[in-house]
């Protein structure tokens, strides 16, 4: 992939791509997911777990040419008040590929996740402590994709729990869920008493989904059973979903971004999220909420390479902003 990208488009590779890998390898844990119920799924799952690595490989590879090359553009990005959340998503990508290695049985996934692990606490306090320096952020900077360095934390237990790396999980559990609070906060008052987000990142509100369905597994992954606080965590990610779907009619009015695939990774884990709490409890309203949710994941998907595809061959990506 890299030595197919001009020196020009190099410069202007972002960042955020790596959402592409969050969205393609939750897509495939939530199809093994719902083999529980549809068997055939297995298969499809680990068909799309190997395309998600590979495209991965080709990602990483074409941004680490980048780093070597265009050093001060990667700096950039770092010091860009958006961009800078979306660093994590390449742990986070490598904590999702251990699931799937996981759930495929391979033995690969206990390296994997160590060392998306360790990339993810590096990142964590690295962009938490940008945060928190003397860089001037705006409120009209804040936006749910923050919560994605929080995310990538209360995902390390759902992989790390049954590695056998119980307190290390519990740490990043923990962590995960301390920031997602904070955070929480932080963006529905921005949401509620600033100025509206500009268009361009109004799917990143789909982000709100994520926390509460990945914390769910996670915790779920930890106590080994579904209580009170795994409930709580469930059906606030079905709360959230609501009022994403509130806003859906201004979301399918805007122009397709990089941004959009903000719809395909809080998706696969709310569908997750369900297949596993009907697992758990027998529940065929949760079987039947995962199937309709994973009918949707499936459309969000195609649809999303569709226009990804289309936009490259249009050159509107790897572009100046």
Same mark, same amino acid.
């Given at each position: 992939m890299s030595s197919t990208v001009r020196p020009s488009r190099l410069m202007h590779f972002p960042v955020p791509l790596f959402a592409m890998v969050m969205g393609s390898l939750g897509f495939s844990v939530? &199809?093994?997911s $719902? #083999?529980?119920i549809w068997p055939f799924l297995y298969g499809v799952g680990a068909v799309v777990m190997w395309g998600a690595i590979i495209l991965f490989a080709g990602l990483a590879a074409t941004y680490i040419a980048k780093c070597l090359r265009y050093?001060?553009?990667?700096?950039?990005?770092?010091?860009?008040?958006?961009?800078?959340?979306?660093?994590? #998503?390449i742990s986070i990508s490598l904590l999702l590929m251990a699931i799937a290695?996981? &759930?495929? $049985?391979y033995e690969a996934a206990r390296g994997v996740w160590l060392v998306g692990a360790g990339l993810q606490g590096i990142l964590t306090i690295a962009v938490i402590s940008g945060w928190i320096s003397h860089r001037a952020f705006e409120v009209g900077h804040l936006t749910p994709a923050w919560f994605i360095? #929080?995310?990538g934390n209360v995902i390390a237990p759902i992989a $790390? #729990?049954?590695? $056998?790396y119980v307190e290390l999980s519990w740490l990043f559990f923990s962590a995960g869920i301390l920031f997602w609070l904070v955070l929480l906060t932080l963006v529905f008052n921005r949401l509620i008493f600033h100025n509206p987000m500009p268009a361009k990142l109004l799917p990143t509100l789909v982000i709100l989904i994520a926390p509460p369905s990945v914390g769910y597994l996670g915790y779920v992954a930890l106590s080994g059973q579904v209580d009170a606080f795994a409930r709580i965590l469930l059906n606030s990610g079905y709360i959230f979903t609501i009022l994403v779907l509130v806003q859906s009619p201004k979301l399918v009015k805007l122009p397709f971004a990089l941004s959009w695939w903000a719809l395909s990774f809080p998706v696969a884990a709310l569908t997750a999220a369900s297949f596993g709490f009907a697992e758990a409890t027998g529940s065929v309203a949760h079987s039947v909420i995962g199937t309709g949710l994973l009918v949707l994941l499936c459309v969000i998907m195609v649809a999303l390479f569709f226009r990804t595809i289309q936009a490259a061959l249009r050159d509107q990506i790897c572009v100046p902003d």
């Open positions: 939530a &199809l093994m $719902g #083999a529980t050093s001060d553009a990667v700096k950039l990005e770092w010091n860009h008040p958006v961009k800078l959340a979306f660093f994590p #998503a290695l996981l &759930l495929s $049985g360095p #929080a995310v $790390g #729990a049954r590695l $056998g």
